[in-house]
């Protein structure tokens, strides 16, 4: 149990395009969820919370207007990447929570890479 | 502020060696401390999770952790690495805000040598 998906897996876009990843809990309804940015050789850098039907919270120094994330329903969050620019290029990881669990689960990860 | 350190940025074992991964943790009051492992290009795997109670947790793949209060540690230990266990690992310690947001360490990527 406790699955998380993320789709795509990886992807290409342009710059100047938008791009949207879609994160999924699979078999648990998903009360909260992260989404983590990942530097090559580096930690995860959490961007934002969400909690669904809510505003996510941002972390400190992440622009909300540039990267909108939306958790419309209990197993759904998106990650939308708009204005993608090279710099955006990351390993982007999403996980989730549900109520009375008290880990998180992972996604396998979108790698983006803006050209 | 709360913080996880992990002093070893790479660590290289023979495989069948023991293994024993440093985590050090800045935190106010009793911890909820994981260990997770990251395949290249994947997500992460919960490997153990410490929340209270018997400071010896064991978890999946053979690995454990042992929580030392007076330490401020939390580190992971295999007794016999194999090979498959070449891998990133990332100590976090959960949040004092009930968020379940988690801190991270900046990991340790595990070799093995054949």
């Known amino acids: 149990g406790a699955v998380v998906s993320q789709h795509p897996s990886r992807v290409i876009c342009k710059s100047g395009t938008s791009v949207k990843i879609e994160c999924r809990s699979l078999d648990f309804q998903a009360t909260t969820m992260f989404w983590y940015r990942q530097f090559p050789k580096q930690s995860l850098m959490l961007m934002a919370t969400?909690?669904?039907?809510?505003?996510?919270?941002?972390e400190q120094g992440v622009e909300k207007d540039k990267f909108l994330i939306n958790h419309a329903s209990l197993t759904l969050s998106t990650l939308t990447v708009t204005s993608a620019h090279p710099e955006d290029s990351s390993f982007y990881i999403c996980?989730?929570?549900?109520?009375?669990?008290?880990?998180?689960?992972f996604g396998p990860g979108t790698r983006l890479t803006v050209t | 502020a709360q913080s996880v350190t992990q002093p070893d940025i790479h660590i290289t074992v023979s495989e069948g060696a023991s293994l024993e991964l440093r985590c050090n943790y800045s935190?106010?009051?009793?911890?909820?401390l994981f260990w997770y492992v990251q395949s290249p290009g994947q997500g992460l795997q919960l490997l153990l999770k410490y929340f209270s109670g018997d400071t010896l947790v064991q978890g999946i793949k053979g690995f454990e952790a042992e929580f030392k209060r007076s330490q401020s540690s939390f580190n992971l230990r295999k007794p016999s690495v194999h090979w498959s266990d070449a891998a990133e690992y990332f100590c976090?310690?959960?949040?004092?805000?009930?968020?379940?947001?988690?801190?991270f360490g900046s990991g340790t990527r595990l070799l093995v040598r054949p």
């Open positions: 976090a310690v959960g949040a004092s805000d009930s968020s379940y947001k988690l801190i």
């Open positions: 935190y106010g009051a009793t911890p909820y």
């Open positions: 996980s989730a929570t549900g109520q009375g669990a008290d880990e998180q689960y």
């Open positions: 969400s909690n669904e039907g809510s505003k996510a919270t941002y």
